[in-house]
């Protein structure tokens, strides 16, 4: 399945629920991926009327128990859609993140 596809059907199940679901475009930051851990944590999720500006993948579900990216992703939007505060704080200063940036 490409993202392509996966983001529109995401977007979709979303939509029924109220919940719109943007893509944004990459900032021309450039992030050295040497790990698993490195690749969800350079898919970063935002939802500002949650407080939650943005936050990688790594940082909203800590470990991934299938090492599926897609798979992943959706728990991590699925989480901020409809539990954001179960999300940690940026404040918390938690080390579930490397190489991303985000300060956690």
Avoid at 1 to 20: N, P, S, V, W, Y
Avoid at 89 to 96: A, C, L, Q
């Amino acid at each position: 399945m490409t993202f392509d596809l996966f983001f529109a059907e995401l977007a979709q199940e979303l939509e029924r629920f109220g919940i719109t679901l943007q893509q944004g475009v990459a900032c021309g930051e450039v992030i050295e991926v040497k790990s698993y851990g490195d690749l969800l944590n350079s898919v970063r999720i935002a939802s500002p009327s949650d407080g939650i500006s943005n936050v990688c993948v790594g940082h909203v579900i800590g470990q991934s128990p299938h090492l599926d990216p897609l798979e992943d992703i959706r728990r991590a939007v699925n989480r901020i859609a409809f539990a954001p505060e179960t999300v940690a704080p940026d404040s918390e200063n938690r080390k579930v993140c490397h190489n991303c940036g985000c300060g956690c």
